[in-house]
């Protein structure tokens, strides 16, 4: 798929404030820092669509962005932001859970993991709260360009591994970097395939 436009609609502090409409959304979830925004700068070809920072807890609402007048990408707060305090950090959990338990328009959530790091306990609670509550979603490493390959694919093996061990089946799972774009065609491929598929194509006969 290619992104021919993408514009800025609107930022949320609440899922019921989101704009109204009945097209697909696709999420970007994360730890503060992991690369959200950016990779959303990168998909949609600009580079201050979303706004980026070197410090953590740029992102601190719910921010769409429609895409090619037909689906919206949704920039998410990042989770396990120590520097807002207790209660912040518990209102900004409340606001990425709700979002995703209540909005009926996410298609899918893509869980944005640094590549750079072992499994985390934040991201790995964070995962298992998707799957018992049954949200669909992917996995994303973040900052690929940051690793040598033969670090990049122990890591990502050693994360895999990781989630074996309570997930039977995995999710999707793809590598990306911001600065080289790659995944980026992955991606977008994969959002066109959720877009496309019928009812029907979940059913195996
Ligand atoms: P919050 O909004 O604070 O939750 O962060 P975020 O997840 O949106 O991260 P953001 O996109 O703002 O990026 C954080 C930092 O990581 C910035 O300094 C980016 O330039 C850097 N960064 C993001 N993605 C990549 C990447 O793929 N490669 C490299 N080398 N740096 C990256
Ligand atoms: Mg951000």
């Not at 609440?14 to 979830?29: M, T, V």
Request: hydrophobic residues 40%.
């Amino acid at each position: 798929m290619e992104v021919k436009k993408a514009v800025f609609v609107e930022s949320n502090s609440d899922w019921r404030k989101c704009p109204k409409h009945h097209l697909p959304e696709f999420a970007f979830i994360g730890r503060s820092n992991v690369g959200k925004s950016s990779l959303i700068n990168k998909i949609t070809n600009q580079k201050n669509l979303a706004k980026t920072s070197a410090t953590p807890g740029k992102t601190l609402l719910i921010n769409h962005f429609l895409v090619n007048d037909n689906w919206y990408l949704v920039d998410l707060p990042g989770y396990g932001f120590a520097k807002i305090g207790m209660e912040g950090r518990n209102k900004l959990e409340k606001m990425i859970k709700d979002y995703v338990l209540m909005r009926e328009e996410l298609f899918n959530l893509f869980v944005l993991i640094d590549c750079r790091h072992e499994p985390q306990k934040n991201d790995l609670e964070f995962i298992e709260f998707l799957g018992s509550n049954g949200v669909p979603f992917s996995i994303v490493f973040t900052k690929a360009d940051k690793l040598s390959k033969s670090r990049l694919v122990a890591n990502v093996q050693a994360y895999k591994s990781k989630l074996q061990e309570e997930w039977e089946e995995l999710p999707p799972i793809f590598v990306t970097s911001s600065e080289s774009g790659l995944g980026k065609e992955e991606l977008l491929e994969y959002i066109d395939s959720i877009m496309n598929a019928t009812p029907d194509d979940s059913v195996i006969e």
